[in-house]
Protein backbone atom coordinates (compact mmCIF):
# COMPACT_ATOMS: atom_id res chain seq x y z
CA UNK A 1 0.00 0.00 0.00
CA UNK A 2 1.53 3.44 -1.06
CA UNK A 3 1.50 6.19 1.89
CA UNK A 4 0.99 9.82 1.44
CA UNK A 5 3.10 12.19 3.49
CA UNK A 6 1.64 14.53 5.52
CA UNK A 7 4.49 16.98 6.66
CA UNK A 8 3.37 18.83 10.73
CA UNK A 9 4.96 22.35 10.00
CA UNK A 10 4.05 23.92 13.70
CA UNK A 11 2.78 22.78 17.49
CA UNK A 12 -1.14 21.55 16.91
CA UNK A 13 -2.83 19.75 20.03
CA UNK A 14 -1.82 15.79 20.49
CA UNK A 15 -5.56 14.62 19.04
CA UNK A 16 -4.79 16.04 15.98
CA UNK A 17 -1.54 14.21 15.56
CA UNK A 18 -3.04 10.90 16.93
CA UNK A 19 -5.17 10.85 14.22
CA UNK A 20 -2.35 11.58 11.48
CA UNK A 21 -0.07 8.58 13.51
CA UNK A 22 -2.76 6.19 13.46
CA UNK A 23 -3.39 6.43 9.95
CA UNK A 24 -2.43 3.12 8.19
CA UNK A 25 -1.93 4.73 4.41
CA UNK A 26 -0.62 7.89 6.01
CA UNK A 27 3.28 8.65 6.39
CA UNK A 28 3.18 11.33 9.45
CA UNK A 29 5.81 13.82 9.53
CA UNK A 30 6.17 15.49 13.06
CA UNK A 31 8.55 18.58 12.06
CA UNK A 32 7.34 21.37 14.43
CA UNK A 33 10.69 21.27 16.42
CA UNK A 34 13.14 21.91 13.86
CA UNK A 35 14.20 24.93 12.54
CA UNK A 36 12.27 26.51 9.24
CA UNK A 37 15.31 26.03 7.01
CA UNK A 38 15.99 22.51 8.06
CA UNK A 39 12.44 22.32 7.46
CA UNK A 40 12.55 23.05 3.68
CA UNK A 41 14.61 19.93 3.64
CA UNK A 42 11.80 17.83 4.60
CA UNK A 43 8.92 19.33 2.87
CA UNK A 44 10.07 18.06 -0.07
CA UNK A 45 8.33 14.74 0.31
CA UNK A 46 5.36 16.18 1.32
CA UNK A 47 1.97 15.13 -0.63
CA UNK A 48 0.23 17.60 2.10
CA UNK A 49 1.63 20.20 4.85
CA UNK A 50 0.21 21.45 8.68
CA UNK A 51 0.91 25.06 9.10
CA UNK A 52 -0.15 27.73 11.40
CA UNK A 53 1.23 31.20 12.10
CA UNK A 54 4.73 29.93 12.72
CA UNK A 55 5.74 29.01 9.11
CA UNK A 56 5.73 31.37 6.01
CA UNK A 57 4.39 29.54 3.16
CA UNK A 58 6.17 32.14 0.84
CA UNK A 59 7.43 31.20 -2.35
CA UNK A 60 11.07 29.52 -0.56
CA UNK A 61 8.55 27.09 0.88
CA UNK A 62 6.41 26.67 -2.05
CA UNK A 63 9.82 25.85 -4.39
CA UNK A 64 11.24 23.16 -2.07
CA UNK A 65 7.77 21.75 -1.46
CA UNK A 66 8.16 19.69 -4.95
CA UNK A 67 5.37 17.05 -4.42
CA UNK A 68 3.22 19.15 -2.29
CA UNK A 69 -0.44 18.60 -3.20
CA UNK A 70 -2.25 20.80 -0.49
CA UNK A 71 -1.47 22.62 2.37
CA UNK A 72 -3.73 22.74 5.71
CA UNK A 73 -3.96 26.70 7.54
CA UNK A 74 -4.70 25.36 11.14
CA UNK A 75 -7.01 28.07 11.78
CA UNK A 76 -9.10 30.60 10.57
CA UNK A 77 -6.19 33.52 9.19
CA UNK A 78 -3.96 32.74 6.29
CA UNK A 79 -2.17 35.81 6.34
CA UNK A 80 0.98 34.16 6.17
CA UNK A 81 0.10 31.84 2.91
CA UNK A 82 1.19 32.91 -0.85
CA UNK A 83 -2.19 32.34 -2.32
CA UNK A 84 -1.28 33.34 -5.72
CA UNK A 85 1.76 31.06 -5.40
CA UNK A 86 -0.55 28.27 -4.31
CA UNK A 87 -2.69 28.56 -7.44
CA UNK A 88 0.01 29.21 -9.64
CA UNK A 89 1.43 25.17 -8.74
CA UNK A 90 -1.89 23.81 -8.05
CA UNK A 91 -1.89 23.39 -4.49
CA UNK A 92 -5.18 23.51 -2.88
CA UNK A 93 -4.72 25.99 -0.03
CA UNK A 94 -7.21 25.13 2.99
CA UNK A 95 -8.15 25.97 6.62
CA UNK A 96 -10.54 25.60 9.47
CA UNK A 97 -12.95 28.33 9.94
CA UNK A 98 -15.25 27.19 12.42
CA UNK A 99 -13.30 24.83 14.86
CA UNK A 100 -13.09 28.50 17.54
CA UNK A 101 -16.09 29.67 16.73
CA UNK A 102 -17.78 28.81 20.33
CA UNK A 103 -14.54 30.42 21.73
CA UNK A 104 -14.79 33.66 19.88
CA UNK A 105 -18.01 33.62 20.66
CA UNK A 106 -17.49 33.18 24.84
CA UNK A 107 -14.32 35.84 24.42
CA UNK A 108 -16.99 38.37 23.45
CA UNK A 109 -19.38 37.73 26.25
CA UNK A 110 -16.13 37.88 28.54
CA UNK A 111 -15.14 40.97 27.09
CA UNK A 112 -18.55 42.83 27.59
CA UNK A 113 -18.94 41.62 31.26
CA UNK A 114 -15.84 42.73 31.95
CA UNK A 115 -16.81 46.65 30.93
CA UNK A 116 -19.77 46.25 32.52
CA UNK A 117 -18.60 45.60 35.45
CA UNK A 118 -14.26 46.35 35.22
CA UNK A 119 -13.43 43.05 36.39
CA UNK A 120 -9.85 42.78 35.94
CA UNK A 121 -9.34 46.69 37.37
CA UNK A 122 -11.08 45.80 40.63
CA UNK A 123 -9.28 42.05 40.53
CA UNK A 124 -6.35 43.58 40.26
CA UNK A 125 -6.90 46.11 43.06
CA UNK A 126 -7.57 43.71 45.51
CA UNK A 127 -5.43 41.66 44.64
CA UNK A 128 -2.11 43.07 43.47
CA UNK A 129 -2.51 46.90 45.83
CA UNK A 130 -4.37 44.75 48.57
CA UNK A 131 -7.06 47.35 48.55
CA UNK A 132 -10.38 46.80 49.65
CA UNK A 133 -12.84 49.53 48.08
CA UNK A 134 -16.10 48.43 47.03
CA UNK A 135 -16.71 52.32 46.00
CA UNK A 136 -14.62 51.95 43.15
CA UNK A 137 -16.07 49.72 41.59
CA UNK A 138 -19.82 50.40 40.68
CA UNK A 139 -20.77 48.81 37.32
CA UNK A 140 -23.41 48.46 35.35
CA UNK A 141 -26.05 45.69 34.33
CA UNK A 142 -26.70 44.31 30.87
CA UNK A 143 -30.32 43.46 31.93
CA UNK A 144 -32.71 45.79 29.37
CA UNK A 145 -29.40 47.18 28.07
CA UNK A 146 -29.72 47.56 23.95
CA UNK A 147 -26.62 46.24 22.36
CA UNK A 148 -26.00 46.18 18.49
CA UNK A 149 -24.69 43.61 16.41
CA UNK A 150 -22.85 44.43 13.52
CA UNK A 151 -22.62 41.33 11.44
CA UNK A 152 -24.95 38.32 11.98
CA UNK A 153 -23.11 35.52 10.96
CA UNK A 154 -21.57 32.44 12.31
CA UNK A 155 -20.19 34.10 15.44
CA UNK A 156 -22.44 37.27 15.99
CA UNK A 157 -25.65 35.19 15.36
CA UNK A 158 -24.27 33.37 18.58
CA UNK A 159 -23.49 36.77 20.51
CA UNK A 160 -26.92 38.11 19.90
CA UNK A 161 -28.65 34.71 21.26
CA UNK A 162 -26.36 34.98 24.20
CA UNK A 163 -27.15 38.69 24.93
CA UNK A 164 -30.82 37.51 24.98
CA UNK A 165 -30.42 35.22 27.45
CA UNK A 166 -29.52 37.85 29.56
CA UNK A 167 -32.45 39.82 28.88
CA UNK A 168 -30.96 42.34 26.67
CA UNK A 169 -32.50 44.19 23.96
CA UNK A 170 -30.68 42.87 21.04
CA UNK A 171 -30.66 44.57 17.83
CA UNK A 172 -28.37 43.32 14.77
CA UNK A 173 -27.20 45.11 11.42
CA UNK A 174 -26.67 42.93 8.39
CA UNK A 175 -27.48 44.19 4.96
CA UNK A 176 -26.61 40.78 3.65
CA UNK A 177 -28.98 38.48 5.11
CA UNK A 178 -32.91 38.67 4.77
CA UNK A 179 -34.31 40.15 7.87
CA UNK A 180 -36.11 36.98 8.99
CA UNK A 181 -32.72 34.59 9.99
CA UNK A 182 -32.96 37.78 12.78
CA UNK A 183 -36.41 38.22 13.67
CA UNK A 184 -37.47 34.49 13.58
CA UNK A 185 -35.16 34.43 16.75
CA UNK A 186 -36.64 37.24 18.70
CA UNK A 187 -33.67 39.51 17.61
CA UNK A 188 -34.76 43.26 15.69
CA UNK A 189 -33.12 43.85 12.84
CA UNK A 190 -31.84 47.44 11.89
CA UNK A 191 -32.72 48.72 8.42
CA UNK A 192 -30.24 52.05 9.46
CA UNK A 193 -26.56 51.74 10.76
CA UNK A 194 -27.83 54.75 12.69
CA UNK A 195 -30.10 52.29 15.05
CA UNK A 196 -26.80 50.56 15.88
CA UNK A 197 -24.88 53.77 16.86
CA UNK A 198 -27.56 54.68 19.07
CA UNK A 199 -27.20 51.46 21.46
CA UNK A 200 -25.46 50.88 24.56
CA UNK A 201 -23.06 48.56 23.94
CA UNK A 202 -22.12 47.75 19.96
CA UNK A 203 -20.49 44.40 19.23
CA UNK A 204 -18.73 44.25 15.75
CA UNK A 205 -18.18 40.83 14.04
CA UNK A 206 -17.65 41.44 10.27
CA UNK A 207 -14.70 40.22 8.25
CA UNK A 208 -12.09 43.04 7.15
CA UNK A 209 -12.68 43.89 3.81
CA UNK A 210 -12.32 47.75 1.78
CA UNK A 211 -16.13 48.17 2.91
CA UNK A 212 -15.66 46.86 6.68
CA UNK A 213 -12.23 48.38 7.49
CA UNK A 214 -12.73 51.73 9.69
CA UNK A 215 -16.05 50.94 9.54
CA UNK A 216 -16.46 52.66 13.19
CA UNK A 217 -14.62 56.10 13.19
CA UNK A 218 -15.03 59.69 14.64
CA UNK A 219 -18.73 60.15 12.17
CA UNK A 220 -19.70 56.92 13.44
CA UNK A 221 -18.56 57.76 17.42
CA UNK A 222 -20.18 61.36 17.31
CA UNK A 223 -24.26 59.62 16.53
CA UNK A 224 -23.43 57.39 19.71
CA UNK A 225 -24.52 57.88 23.07
CA UNK A 226 -22.35 59.42 25.90
CA UNK A 227 -21.05 56.44 27.44
CA UNK A 228 -21.57 53.75 24.78
CA UNK A 229 -19.38 50.43 25.27
CA UNK A 230 -17.22 49.12 22.10
CA UNK A 231 -16.36 45.37 22.09
CA UNK A 232 -13.90 44.14 18.75
CA UNK A 233 -13.49 40.45 19.15
CA UNK A 234 -13.41 40.44 15.39
CA UNK A 235 -10.09 42.01 13.20
CA UNK A 236 -8.08 44.58 14.13
CA UNK A 237 -9.16 48.33 12.69
CA UNK A 238 -12.82 47.70 12.23
CA UNK A 239 -12.98 50.01 14.97
CA UNK A 240 -10.05 53.36 13.83
CA UNK A 241 -7.76 53.08 16.23
CA UNK A 242 -6.85 56.66 16.46
CA UNK A 243 -10.96 57.75 16.70
CA UNK A 244 -11.01 55.24 19.88
CA UNK A 245 -8.42 56.33 21.53
CA UNK A 246 -9.79 60.22 21.39
CA UNK A 247 -13.02 59.14 22.52
CA UNK A 248 -12.06 56.71 25.20
CA UNK A 249 -9.71 59.47 26.57
CA UNK A 250 -12.27 61.92 26.40
CA UNK A 251 -14.93 60.01 28.23
CA UNK A 252 -17.43 59.79 24.89
CA UNK A 253 -17.12 55.67 24.98
CA UNK A 254 -17.08 54.70 28.75
CA UNK A 255 -15.51 50.84 27.98
CA UNK A 256 -13.76 49.12 25.76
CA UNK A 257 -13.18 45.58 25.32
CA UNK A 258 -10.45 44.91 22.28
CA UNK A 259 -9.19 41.17 21.86
CA UNK A 260 -7.70 42.84 18.12
CA UNK A 261 -5.34 45.44 16.80
CA UNK A 262 -4.46 46.52 13.34
CA UNK A 263 -0.87 45.87 14.20
CA UNK A 264 0.33 43.19 16.20
CA UNK A 265 1.93 42.15 18.11
CA UNK A 266 0.33 45.53 19.55
CA UNK A 267 2.58 45.50 22.90
CA UNK A 268 3.48 49.48 21.84
CA UNK A 269 0.39 50.21 21.28
CA UNK A 270 -1.24 53.88 22.72
CA UNK A 271 -4.44 52.14 23.60
CA UNK A 272 -2.99 50.40 26.35
CA UNK A 273 -1.88 53.77 27.91
CA UNK A 274 -5.86 54.01 28.88
CA UNK A 275 -7.83 53.28 31.75
CA UNK A 276 -10.74 52.66 30.70
CA UNK A 277 -10.34 50.26 28.12
CA UNK A 278 -9.90 46.14 28.47
CA UNK A 279 -7.46 44.18 26.40
CA UNK A 280 -6.29 41.03 25.32
CA UNK A 281 -3.79 39.25 23.11
CA UNK A 282 -5.84 37.77 20.22
CA UNK A 283 -7.03 35.12 22.37
CA UNK A 284 -10.43 34.27 19.97
CA UNK A 285 -9.09 30.63 19.56
CA UNK A 286 -7.28 30.14 22.52
CA UNK A 287 -9.39 27.55 24.43
CA UNK A 288 -8.21 23.62 25.21
CA UNK A 289 -11.47 22.88 23.41
CA UNK A 290 -11.36 24.89 20.22
CA UNK A 291 -7.10 24.27 20.15
CA UNK A 292 -8.61 20.42 19.83
CA UNK A 293 -11.15 20.92 17.49
CA UNK A 294 -8.48 23.06 14.90
CA UNK A 295 -6.41 19.94 15.42
CA UNK A 296 -8.48 17.21 14.21
CA UNK A 297 -10.18 19.08 11.70
CA UNK A 298 -6.88 19.92 10.09
CA UNK A 299 -5.70 16.22 10.55
CA UNK A 300 -9.00 15.08 8.69
CA UNK A 301 -9.23 17.72 6.21
CA UNK A 302 -5.17 16.72 5.98
CA UNK A 303 -6.16 12.78 5.22
CA UNK A 304 -8.91 13.77 2.77
CA UNK A 305 -7.16 15.83 0.45
CA UNK A 306 -3.77 13.77 0.39
CA UNK A 307 -6.51 11.24 -0.32
CA UNK A 308 -7.83 13.55 -3.28
CA UNK A 309 -11.16 12.67 -1.77
CA UNK A 310 -11.57 16.02 -1.05
CA UNK A 311 -11.00 19.48 0.30
CA UNK A 312 -13.22 20.89 2.82
CA UNK A 313 -12.96 24.80 3.13
CA UNK A 314 -10.70 25.14 0.03
CA UNK A 315 -9.67 28.98 -0.43
CA UNK A 316 -8.30 28.70 -3.66
CA UNK A 317 -8.55 27.00 -6.93
CA UNK A 318 -5.49 24.90 -8.74
CA UNK A 319 -4.94 26.74 -12.53
CA UNK A 320 -3.89 23.98 -14.44
CA UNK A 321 -3.64 25.35 -17.96
CA UNK A 322 -2.92 22.49 -19.69
CA UNK A 323 -6.52 20.97 -19.19
CA UNK A 324 -8.05 24.55 -19.63
CA UNK A 325 -7.87 26.66 -22.92
CA UNK A 326 -5.80 30.00 -22.39
CA UNK A 327 -8.71 31.81 -22.99
CA UNK A 328 -11.00 30.55 -20.23
CA UNK A 329 -8.87 31.77 -17.34
CA UNK A 330 -9.71 35.80 -18.55
CA UNK A 331 -13.53 35.19 -18.53
CA UNK A 332 -13.31 33.41 -14.63
CA UNK A 333 -11.64 36.29 -13.25
CA UNK A 334 -14.00 38.56 -15.35
CA UNK A 335 -17.29 37.15 -14.25
CA UNK A 336 -16.17 37.19 -10.23
CA UNK A 337 -15.05 40.72 -10.56
CA UNK A 338 -18.66 41.70 -12.65
CA UNK A 339 -20.35 39.75 -9.83
CA UNK A 340 -18.48 41.47 -7.06
CA UNK A 341 -19.48 44.96 -8.40
CA UNK A 342 -22.79 43.99 -8.87
CA UNK A 343 -23.40 42.97 -5.19
CA UNK A 344 -21.75 46.52 -4.01
CA UNK A 345 -24.03 48.15 -5.89
CA UNK A 346 -26.76 47.24 -4.49
CA UNK A 347 -26.52 46.36 -0.81
CA UNK A 348 -29.00 44.42 0.40
CA UNK A 349 -30.06 40.39 0.34
CA UNK A 350 -29.28 38.05 -2.10
CA UNK A 351 -32.45 36.68 -3.89
CA UNK A 352 -31.23 34.98 -6.96
CA UNK A 353 -28.03 34.52 -8.92
CA UNK A 354 -27.86 34.14 -12.85
CA UNK A 355 -25.04 33.63 -14.94
CA UNK A 356 -25.38 33.62 -18.79
CA UNK A 357 -23.04 32.93 -21.44
CA UNK A 358 -22.86 33.43 -25.12
CA UNK A 359 -19.97 31.65 -27.53
CA UNK A 360 -17.17 28.96 -27.02
CA UNK A 361 -17.18 30.13 -23.15
CA UNK A 362 -20.94 28.74 -22.52
CA UNK A 363 -18.94 25.14 -21.95
CA UNK A 364 -17.68 26.57 -18.94
CA UNK A 365 -20.61 27.85 -17.25
CA UNK A 366 -20.49 25.65 -14.42
CA UNK A 367 -16.71 27.25 -13.15
CA UNK A 368 -18.16 30.64 -14.52
CA UNK A 369 -21.33 30.14 -11.94
CA UNK A 370 -19.10 29.50 -9.35
CA UNK A 371 -16.83 32.43 -9.24
CA UNK A 372 -20.05 34.28 -9.75
CA UNK A 373 -21.33 33.06 -6.78
CA UNK A 374 -17.83 33.92 -4.64
CA UNK A 375 -17.85 37.77 -6.00
CA UNK A 376 -21.46 38.04 -4.97
CA UNK A 377 -21.08 36.54 -1.77
CA UNK A 378 -17.56 37.81 -0.89
CA UNK A 379 -19.03 41.17 -0.35
CA UNK A 380 -20.78 40.41 3.11
CA UNK A 381 -19.03 36.90 3.42
CA UNK A 382 -17.06 35.21 6.67
CA UNK A 383 -13.82 34.10 6.31
CA UNK A 384 -15.36 30.46 5.70
CA UNK A 385 -16.30 30.88 2.15
CA UNK A 386 -14.57 29.52 -0.62
CA UNK A 387 -14.80 27.82 -4.38
CA UNK A 388 -15.40 25.00 -2.80
CA UNK A 389 -18.94 26.10 -0.49
CA UNK A 390 -19.93 28.77 -2.38
CA UNK A 391 -23.27 26.75 -3.34
CA UNK A 392 -23.57 25.41 -0.26
CA UNK A 393 -23.35 29.07 1.63
CA UNK A 394 -25.80 30.13 -1.12
CA UNK A 395 -28.15 27.18 -0.47
CA UNK A 396 -28.06 28.19 2.83
CA UNK A 397 -29.00 32.04 2.32
CA UNK A 398 -31.94 30.67 0.09
CA UNK A 399 -29.93 32.32 -2.92
CA UNK A 400 -30.88 30.51 -6.25
CA UNK A 401 -28.26 30.12 -8.01
CA UNK A 402 -28.96 29.78 -12.30
CA UNK A 403 -27.02 28.94 -15.19
CA UNK A 404 -27.96 29.40 -19.57
CA UNK A 405 -26.84 29.70 -22.31
CA UNK A 406 -27.08 32.59 -25.73
CA UNK A 407 -27.26 31.63 -28.92
CA UNK A 408 -28.37 34.65 -30.09
CA UNK A 409 -25.24 36.92 -31.97
CA UNK A 410 -24.39 40.19 -30.19
CA UNK A 411 -21.67 40.94 -31.86
CA UNK A 412 -19.56 39.72 -28.96
CA UNK A 413 -17.84 36.14 -30.07
CA UNK A 414 -17.88 35.17 -26.32
CA UNK A 415 -20.04 37.10 -23.55
CA UNK A 416 -21.11 36.54 -20.14
CA UNK A 417 -24.15 38.26 -18.71
CA UNK A 418 -24.66 38.39 -14.90
CA UNK A 419 -27.97 38.99 -13.38
CA UNK A 420 -28.53 39.33 -9.63
CA UNK A 421 -32.05 39.85 -7.77
CA UNK A 422 -32.10 41.15 -4.37
CA UNK A 423 -34.36 42.84 -1.78
CA UNK A 424 -34.78 45.73 -3.31
CA UNK A 425 -34.75 44.53 -7.37
CA UNK A 426 -32.68 43.33 -10.20
CA UNK A 427 -28.99 44.57 -11.61
CA UNK A 428 -27.50 43.33 -14.65
CA UNK A 429 -23.73 43.48 -16.15
CA UNK A 430 -22.27 42.26 -18.88
CA UNK A 431 -18.52 41.40 -20.19
CA UNK A 432 -16.33 40.18 -22.21
CA UNK A 433 -12.61 39.70 -23.29
CA UNK A 434 -10.56 41.52 -26.11
CA UNK A 435 -7.47 39.79 -27.51
CA UNK A 436 -5.63 37.89 -25.10
CA UNK A 437 -6.91 39.37 -21.33
CA UNK A 438 -8.59 42.91 -22.23
CA UNK A 439 -11.21 42.23 -19.66
CA UNK A 440 -14.13 44.88 -20.32
CA UNK A 441 -17.41 45.48 -18.89
CA UNK A 442 -19.68 46.55 -21.79
CA UNK A 443 -23.41 46.64 -20.28
CA UNK A 444 -24.12 47.51 -17.00
CA UNK A 445 -28.58 47.62 -15.75
CA UNK A 446 -29.20 48.43 -20.15
CA UNK A 447 -26.72 51.23 -20.40
CA UNK A 448 -23.84 50.55 -22.18
CA UNK A 449 -20.34 50.79 -21.76
CA UNK A 450 -16.54 49.96 -22.04
CA UNK A 451 -15.15 50.13 -18.69
CA UNK A 452 -12.00 48.19 -17.40
CA UNK A 453 -13.15 46.12 -14.36
CA UNK A 454 -10.59 47.64 -11.48
CA UNK A 455 -10.53 50.79 -9.29
CA UNK A 456 -12.79 53.03 -7.29
CA UNK A 457 -16.24 53.85 -8.76
CA UNK A 458 -18.97 55.78 -8.20
CA UNK A 459 -22.30 54.34 -10.35
CA UNK A 460 -24.65 57.19 -10.92
CA UNK A 461 -28.02 57.00 -12.17
CA UNK A 462 -29.86 60.47 -12.60
CA UNK A 463 -32.36 62.29 -14.94
CA UNK A 464 -30.84 63.42 -18.13
CA UNK A 465 -31.37 67.55 -17.29
CA UNK A 466 -28.41 69.89 -17.77
CA UNK A 467 -26.06 70.86 -15.24
CA UNK A 468 -25.65 67.49 -13.33
CA UNK A 469 -22.24 66.66 -14.60
CA UNK A 470 -21.24 69.96 -13.67
CA UNK A 471 -22.86 69.44 -10.03
CA UNK A 472 -21.10 65.91 -9.61
CA UNK A 473 -17.61 67.70 -10.34
CA UNK A 474 -18.10 70.53 -7.86
CA UNK A 475 -18.92 68.50 -5.21
CA UNK A 476 -15.97 65.49 -5.58
CA UNK A 477 -13.73 68.91 -5.96
CA UNK A 478 -14.66 70.72 -3.29
CA UNK A 479 -13.92 67.34 -1.21
CA UNK A 480 -10.30 66.79 -2.90
CA UNK A 481 -11.50 64.25 -5.17
CA UNK A 482 -10.26 63.76 -8.19
CA UNK A 483 -11.74 62.34 -11.03
CA UNK A 484 -10.00 59.63 -13.31
CA UNK A 485 -12.45 59.20 -15.81
CA UNK A 486 -16.07 60.15 -16.51
CA UNK A 487 -18.11 57.78 -18.50
CA UNK A 488 -22.02 58.65 -19.54
CA UNK A 489 -24.62 56.79 -20.83
CA UNK A 490 -28.14 57.91 -22.15
CA UNK A 491 -31.13 56.26 -21.74
CA UNK A 492 -34.82 57.30 -23.15
CA UNK A 493 -35.11 59.40 -19.24
CA UNK A 494 -32.49 58.98 -17.23
CA UNK A 495 -28.43 58.71 -18.12
CA UNK A 496 -26.03 56.56 -16.31
CA UNK A 497 -22.65 57.75 -15.19
CA UNK A 498 -19.42 55.60 -14.15
CA UNK A 499 -17.17 57.51 -12.68
CA UNK A 500 -13.86 56.65 -11.58
CA UNK A 501 -12.00 58.60 -8.96
CA UNK A 502 -8.75 58.29 -7.04
CA UNK A 503 -10.08 58.49 -3.21
CA UNK A 504 -12.60 55.90 -1.81
CA UNK A 505 -15.75 57.80 -1.66
CA UNK A 506 -17.14 58.02 2.53
CA UNK A 507 -20.89 57.85 3.22
CA UNK A 508 -20.97 61.28 3.65
CA UNK A 509 -19.88 62.22 0.46
CA UNK A 510 -22.25 59.44 -1.18
CA UNK A 511 -25.27 60.96 0.84
CA UNK A 512 -23.98 64.53 -0.63
CA UNK A 513 -24.18 63.24 -4.41
CA UNK A 514 -27.76 61.41 -3.16
CA UNK A 515 -29.11 64.82 -2.56
CA UNK A 516 -28.64 65.91 -5.75
CA UNK A 517 -32.00 66.65 -7.00
CA UNK A 518 -31.19 65.10 -10.53
CA UNK A 519 -30.38 61.97 -8.58
CA UNK A 520 -32.21 58.75 -8.87
CA UNK A 521 -29.76 56.29 -7.53
CA UNK A 522 -25.95 56.35 -6.38
CA UNK A 523 -23.59 54.00 -5.27
CA UNK A 524 -19.98 53.67 -4.89
CA UNK A 525 -18.09 50.23 -5.81
CA UNK A 526 -14.44 48.81 -5.69
CA UNK A 527 -13.01 46.14 -7.38
Not at 320 to 337: A, C, H, N, W
Request: proline share 2%.
Amino acid sequence: MSKHTIVVCDHIHEDGLEILKSTEDINYVYAADIDKTALLDVIKDADVAITRSSTDVDEKFLNAAVNLKAIIRAGVGYDNVDMDGCSKRGIIAMNVPTANTIAAVELTMTHILSCARKMPYAHAQLKDQRIWKREDWYGTELYGKKIGVIGFGNIGHRVALRAKSFEMDVVTYDPYIPSTKATDLGITYANSFDEILACDIITIHTPKNSETLNMIGENEISKMKDGVVLINCARGGLYNEEALFNNLKSGKIAMAGIDVFTKEPATNNPLLDLSNIIVTAHLGANTKESQKKIAIQAAQNAIESARGIAYPNALNLPIDESKIPSFVKPYIELTQKMSFLLAQSDKSAIRSISVCAQGDIKEYLDSLSTFATVGALSVAAEDDLNYVNASYKASEKNIKIETSEISTNSGYSNKVIIKITTEKGINTISGTVFDENVQRIVEFNGFSFDIEPKGKMILMRNSDVPGVIGEVGKILGSNNINIADFRLARGKDCALAVILVDSKIDNKLLNTLENIEAAIAVSYVEI
